[in-house]
Nanobody
Framework: QVQVRESGPGLVRPSETLSLTCTVS??????????WSWFRQAPGQDMEWIGA???????VYSPSLKSRASITRDTSKNQYSLKLNSVTPEDSAVYYC?????????????????RGQGTQVTVPG
């Protein structure tokens, strides 16, 4: 059974870079045909797709975050990571990782299986 778990600092200072890691167990990042995404949800807001990295290493990003986000992977550790630079308090949210089939609508969080439990990131104002 494939499982994913998010990890990273819970507090990031304004203007710094948010760095999170998703650790995958029970499966591999290179298995065809899957994609691995990052999402976030701020209080009172809808789930927001940030970006994805596919089994072949191709990346795609939300247009609204493309200029600040970067998703990479370490296949030797079976981990993929998110970096979001120049953070502001508006980037405070619970961040999630998950896997779904590829190609598909990567923005559909409910179609992801497995889905992580999420990790809170706060950027103080």
């Amino acid at each position: 059974q494939v499982q994913v778990r998010e990890s990273g600092p819970g507090l990031v200072r304004p203007s710094e870079t948010l760095s999170l890691t998703c650790t995958v167990s029970g499966g591999t990042l290179t298995t065809s045909y899957y994609t691995w995404s990052w999402f976030r949800q701020a209080p009172g807001q809808d789930m927001e797709w940030i970006g994805a990295i596919a089994y072949d290493g191709m990346t795609v990003y939300s247009p609204s975050l493309k200029s600040r986000a970067s998703i990479t992977r370490d296949t030797s550790k079976n981990q993929y990571s998110l970096k979001l630079n120049s953070v502001t308090p508006e980037d405070s949210a619970v961040y999630y990782c998950g896997r779904r089939t590829w190609p598909a609508d990567v923005r559909a969080w409910k179609e992801y299986d497995p889905r992580g439990q999420g990790t809170q990131v706060t950027v103080p104002g």
